[in-house]
């Protein structure tokens, strides 16, 4: 079965500061991988997808993830935090790039200025 | 509309009621997928729909929860005799398989259910 774990269901850093969201899968089959955010009473937006094209994974807002099958990892990481990335962010697993997500407990992120 | 759009965006009902929520896809949207956020928890997967049938019907918790797709557009999720712990935020999300772009799932803004 596919499972997701989130490390950290609070992370604060400073406004400028390296964000670093952890995220560990298990999977049977090699994996699609997602990072969706959730503004406050918004719904969940895409924010990169791995689906075996390339490790290192670019997204919106200036967010990237590397996949390290190794590692079973999929972290999240944008090099200086902006206010506005203040949300709940959600790493998720398909078994299928047309199946079900599976997604971890969720990640909510405080910037400071 | 742009976007996936979900009705009614909060609603409040007593324990034992029955509710329907709605969902209107993307349009051409084949895949069409029903999610449960409870508070402080991460998303709970219910139901998959593609066209108008329902591959993986795993995650409804219960026979109290029944849902369809009708023309291969709108959906309904039906909550019969609702209890307190039904108390959620539903999603609905769409998608279009496409090889190159993959399974990108397309959220709307989610139905508050509060059962009293």
């Known amino acids: 079965a596919q499972s997701v774990t989130q490390l950290g269901s609070h992370v604060s850093v400073s406004e400028g500061a390296l964000v670093l969201l952890r995220c560990n899968y298990s999977s049977s089959v090699p994996p699609y991988l997602f990072w969706y955010v959730q503004y406050p009473n918004q719904g969940l937006q895409l924010l990169l997808k791995?689906?075996?094209?390339?490790?290192l994974v670019k997204g919106i807002n200036g967010f990237e993830a590397e996949f390290k099958k190794s590692e079973t990892s999929f972290h999240l990481t944008k090099p200086s935090a902006h206010m506005s990335d203040a949300a709940e962010y959600f790493c998720a697993v398909s078994r299928s790039q047309g199946g079900k997500l599976i997604f971890g407990q969720g990640t909510e992120l405080s910037v400071k200025p | 509309g742009a976007g996936v759009s979900q009705s009614p965006s909060n609603k409040v009902t007593e324990k034992g009621k029955d509710v329907e929520l709605r969902c209107d896809p993307i349009?051409?949207?084949?895949?069409l997928y029903w999610y449960r956020q409870r508070l402080g928890q991460g998303l709970e997967f219910l139901i998959y729909f593609q066209g108008n049938s329902a591959p993986d019907k795993s995650g409804l918790p219960s026979d109290r929860f029944s849902a369809e797709r009708t023309g291969e557009s709108v959906s309904t999720l039906t909550i019969q005799r609702t209890q307190q712990e039904d108390s959620a935020v539903y999603l609905c999300?769409?998608?279009?398989?496409?090889?190159?772009?993959?399974?990108?799932?397309?959220f709307g803004p989610g139905t508050r259910l509060t059962v009293l």
């Open positions: 791995y689906t075996s094209a390339a490790t």
């Open positions: 999300a769409s998608s279009f398989w496409d090889r190159e772009v993959g399974n990108e799932q397309f």
């Open positions: 349009s051409g949207h084949t895949a």
